[in-house]
């Protein structure tokens, strides 16, 4: 590929992050206006959450449409498919039905699905390999930062009055901007001959046979999914009620500690992929970001006066960085022409997982949130249960394979 449309690939890149942060400010803001939408869609907290969570359905599943189209149609129409997908169903929040809430909320997991295989697509066409996992560290940064401004500023404009309605609206108006800027400026690669010829002459889910054949995407799917889980489910998503009920924090103070996760994943992802890339190793730096994340979680439920909530969810959110090294490591262990279903394959494994998890923790620890005897006890309690999937994932990290570019050299050699 010419160095001049590597460049093009980096403009579109970054337009691709106005996707990716757009999709973590509309799948993180629900959680900080649960009363708001609760009488907005006249429903119970229970039956809202289970509304807000079925985003990881068509999120998960429709992952693999994004690898597939990925990879035979290219960036272009995938892109602006997904992000016109994703305004539309902000756009139905502004309906007051639940029909329309749970069809949005489907809308928004469907076209989200395409957001971050989509930039993944486009850094690995405009960046070269040894900077590849600091190129996708730092989409995660983007997004990540869209997940703490859904939090961060998002839940202090609704506690000042501002009207749910007023956001959903112009999220959903910037978002279908978003798409055709994105059309516009994607090269267009059928022209260009950009698509892979392998892929071309394979079916439309041939390339997933390659993908799930190799145990290694299995095995980074389930790590992914068990390193997301707390971060998309629990602080995304039931931490300020926890934070509020449990602990007896206030609104303000419970949305900051539980934002501080999205925050520290601005941080972490970005600095544990260039330390991944600097050393030439992936196992290394994701089961240690796996353990951070264990000793602040450790810290937070049983020397919660060693450092205040909000530092320890902010080193939780570092360390869970470490869940994007599976994106490298999946792309490394496969061909080149499955780029596109390999990202889509493992973004199908991480929030189908999380998926699974979402309505075992609900029923084991939401449905009891504000009833139990001890508060202090049930918040215990429900981080062990996230610190349990936290040491699963070291375990199969250990049977992962390292795909890092010295493991490579070493190989060659």
Request: proline share 3%; aromatic share 16%.
């Amino acid at each position: 590929m010419s160095g001049s449309l590597k460049k093009f690939y980096v403009i579109a890149w970054v337009f691709g992050l106005v996707f990716y942060f757009l999709d973590y400010i509309i799948r993180s803001s629900p959680g900080v206006m649960l009363p708001q939408l609760s009488d907005h869609f006249d429903t119970s907290n229970i039956d809202l959450i289970w509304m807000i969570g079925t985003y990881y359905y068509t999120y998960s599943t429709c992952s693999l449409i994004a690898g597939v189209a990925l990879d035979k149609f290219g960036g272009k129409k995938s892109l602006f498919a997904g992000t016109f997908i994703l305004g539309i169903g902000a756009l139905l929040f502004l309906i007051s039905s639940q029909f329309a809430g749970v069809s949005g909320r489907l809308l928004q997991g469907a076209g989200c699905a395409f957001a971050f295989p989509g930039c993944v697509y486009l850094a690995s066409k405009g960046f070269s390999s040894e900077s590849l996992a600091t190129a996708i560290g730092f989409t995660q940064c983007i997004g990540m930062l869209g997940g703490a401004s859904g939090q961060f500023l998002v839940g202090p404009w609704v506690e000042s009055g501002m009207e749910i309605s007023t956001f959903w609206l112009w999220t959903g108006i910037f978002t279908v901007a978003t798409a055709f800027a994105l059309y516009f400026v994607t090269p267009r690669e059928n022209s260009d001959k950009e698509i892979d010829n392998h892929s071309k002459k394979l079916g439309y889910f041939e390339t997933y046979k390659i993908v799930f054949k190799n145990p290694q995407s299995w095995l980074c799917g389930l790590i992914s999914g068990l390193l997301f889980a707390p971060t998309t489910i629990f602080a995304m998503t039931w931490a300020v009620a926890f934070f509020q009920k449990d602990k007896q924090f206030a609104f303000h103070d419970a949305a900051i500690t539980s934002g501080m996760v999205a925050f520290g994943w601005v941080f972490g992802c970005p600095l544990l992929g260039f330390i991944t890339d600097k050393i030439g190793r992936r196992k290394p730096v994701l089961i240690g970001g796996a353990v951070l994340m264990i000793l602040s979680l450790l810290q937070l439920i049983f020397l919660p006066e060693l450092f205040p909530a909000k530092i320890s969810m902010f080193i939780l959110g570092i360390g869970s960085g470490a869940a994007m090294i599976p994106y490298s490591v999946i792309k490394e262990a496969n061909p080149d022409y499955v780029k596109g279903s390999s990202t889509g394959a493992i973004n199908f494994i991480t929030f189908g997982v999380t998926t699974l998890l979402s309505p075992v923790f609900s029923s084991f620890f939401g449905k009891s949130l504000g009833r139990a005897a001890s508060g202090e006890l049930h918040f215990q309690n429900s981080v062990l249960f996230w610190i349990g999937g936290i040491a699963l994932a070291v375990l199969i990290s250990l049977m992962l394979k390292e795909t890092g570019t010295k493991s490579l050299k070493i190989s060659e050699s």
